[in-house]
């Protein structure tokens, strides 16, 4: 059973619209969640965390919103670019940014210039 | 800091061989992880080890997996015997005090 869902395989958009890449978990014991990004022949590399006392963590284009209720969170991408074409991993874990990631299946972003 | 390098890139080998996978975590990361990823279940975790200890290897699918880390500066994941099944990128991640993983360029196997 899958404790973390990314239910949209892939995701097309146009250059410089925004990229909204969704993710949710079943587990209410996450309290750390993250995206990393994945070109083709690369292994992942990190973008951005959140925790789960906070509900938006934002970095230059990228920015995480978290909605615990819902046990929900969102990947926005604003301005996007044609370099943010990859594959993102929604991964999430407990005891903080030390405890174990458990990640989705990934979503793969197209951005059209 | 060279990251976490994996050997082979690419493996291909035929059904029924042995295949051996390496990683060589960053110096000072005391933590190390195996993933398999594939299209219909994603990135999967195999195991992981702390200070070169196996600590959860539930993920580990058949007996036909093992996983070493004989120092903290090596790791191997072995199949044995493999099947087509096994096909996948297979990626090692170490991680240190800070708690952020660092993944290595994955090996693509390919069993025939």
């Known amino acids: 059973d899958q404790q973390v869902k990314q239910n949209s395989p892939s995701l097309s958009v146009q250059e410089g619209r925004i990229s909204i890449l969704n993710c949710d978990y079943t587990?209410?014991?996450?309290?750390?969640f993250l995206w990393y990004k994945k070109y083709p022949a690369e292994g992942p590399t990190f973008l951005i965390s959140?925790?789960?006392?906070?509900d938006k963590n934002e970095d230059g284009r990228f920015t995480v919103f978290l909605n615990k209720s819902a046990k929900h969170l969102s990947l926005h991408i604003v301005p996007s670019q044609p370099g943010d074409s990859a594959v993102y991993f929604c991964?999430?874990?407990?005891?903080?940014?030390?405890?174990?990631?458990?990640f989705g299946k990934g979503t793969k972003l197209s951005v059209k210039p | 800091d060279a990251g976490v390098i994996q050997s082979p890139r690419h493996e291909v080998t035929e059904m029924g061989q042995e295949v051996t996978l390496r990683c060589k975590p960053i110096s000072g990361h005391n933590s190390l992880f195996w993933y398999r990823q594939t299209m219909m279940r994603g990135l999967e975790l195999l195991i992981y080890f702390n200070n070169n200890v196996p600590i959860d290897d539930s993920g580990m699918p058949e007996d036909r997996f093992s996983a070493k880390m004989p120092n903290a500066s090596f790791s191997t994941l072995k199949i044995q015997p493999s099947e087509p099944r096994d096909s996948a990128v297979y990626f090692c991640a170490s991680r240190g005090t800070g708690g952020r993983y660092t993944f290595g360029s994955g090996t693509r196997l390919t069993v025939v």
């Open positions: 587990n209410s014991m996450f309290d750390y």
């Open positions: 959140i925790s789960s006392i906070k």
């Open positions: 991964a999430a874990s407990y005891g903080g940014s030390q405890g174990n990631l458990i």
